[in-house]
């Protein structure tokens, strides 16, 4: 799988100024945003379409102040089994 296409965003002033290693963060803290929105939050499959280990993933997520979203609940089936 591919990551998912970024939709550009309007950035803030205060944001445009923090040169090329903020602007290196920046797309990475959208980019795993958007990713696990797509995955539903599950970061398992975020890490493996953005191609990281889920515990450096966890980390970046973390360090850049990722905007998580809940996981989902996983669906039970009555009466099945």
């Known amino acids: 799988m ?9 950035v803030p002033a205060s ?13 990475k803290r959208q980019l795993i945003e958007v990713t696990l929105r797509q995955m539903g939050g599950n970061r ?3 890490a ?4 990281l280990q889920r515990t450096y ?11 998580t979203p809940p996981p989902q609940r996983r669906r039970r089936i009555v009466g099945a089994g």
């Open 44 to 46: 398992t499959l975020a």
């Open 57 to 67: 993933l966890l980390r970046l997520i973390r360090e850049l102040g990722v905007a």
């Open 48 to 51: 493996r379409v953005l191609g």
């Open 2 to 10: 591919h990551p998912p296409p970024l939709a550009p965003r309007a």
């Open 15 to 27: 944001r445009r100024a923090q040169g090329f290693h903020g602007a290196v963060s920046e797309f």
